[in-house]
T-cell receptor, first 116, second 112 residues
């Protein structure tokens, strides 16, 4: 079945540690995205990538880093510089441009990060 | 002020009720409008999309866009307990490709 796989589902981190969240898609989509979801705040864009080896900052990129070495993979690293990392992280993908589907994003099931 | 405003609820209705979910926006460049449904502990999934003013119907769901008032709505008829979820509106400016701007999401609970 085609889809997006995020791992791990739950992750605990001590303050000062970097953690990497995995995102893999087998939908053959060019674009991939990372969103952060906090209660009452909706989804906020962290980073997005429209092509391999290229990515752009979203609205809240500070304290995060990404790479896009393969079309199907877009890992997110939450660094120790991120002041409030506890959140639900969602990875998504879409075709480029998304006009045919009017911007349909396909989401993974999310990774919940808790900083202890 | 956020670009997209959505009442976070929670909203609780009895089974069979008509539900109205709403978003307002401030950026007149928004051209595409979507509703995503998110079940607890899952990723959102696209429910409906439209790119013009007026109504679009799909089964029990109707999406309505009023560009002059910068207001969109999602109506759910004959609501079911399985409709209990968070509903997120999302919009795309015409010049920013797939960069969706999401509302805060409204948590809906339909009681049997």
């Amino acid at each position: 079945d085609g889809g997006i796989t995020q791992s791990p589902k739950y992750l605990f981190r001590k303050e000062g540690q970097n953690v990497t969240l995995s995102c893999e898609q087998n939908l053959n989509h060019d674009a991939m995205y990372w969103y952060r979801q906090d209660p009452g705040q909706g989804l906020r864009l962290i980073y997005y990538s429209q092509i391999v080896n290229d990515f752009q900052k979203g609205d809240i990129a500070e304290g995060y880093s990404v790479s896009r070495e393969k079309k199907e993979s877009f890992p997110l690293t939450v660094t120790s510089a991120q002041k409030n990392p506890t959140a639900f992280y969602l990875c998504a993908s879409s075709t480029i441009p998304p006009w045919g589907a009017a911007g349909e994003l396909f989401f993974g099931e999310g990774s919940r990060l808790t900083v202890l | 002020q956020k670009e997209v405003e959505q009442d976070p609820g929670p909203l609780s209705v009895p089974e069979g009720a008509i539900v109205s979910l709403n978003c307002t926006y401030s950026n007149s460049a928004f051209q595409y409008f979507m509703w995503y449904r998110q079940y607890s502990r899952k990723g959102p999934e696209l429910l409906m999309y439209t790119y013009s003013s007026g109504n679009k119907e799909d089964g029990r769901f109707t999406a309505q866009v009023d560009k002059s008032s910068k207001y969109i709505s999602l109506f759910i008829r004959d609501s079911q307990p399985s409709d209990s979820a968070t509903y997120l509106c999302a919009m795309i400016p015409y010049n920013q490709g797939g960069k969706l701007i999401f509302g805060q999401g409204t948590e809906l609970s339909v009681k049997p």
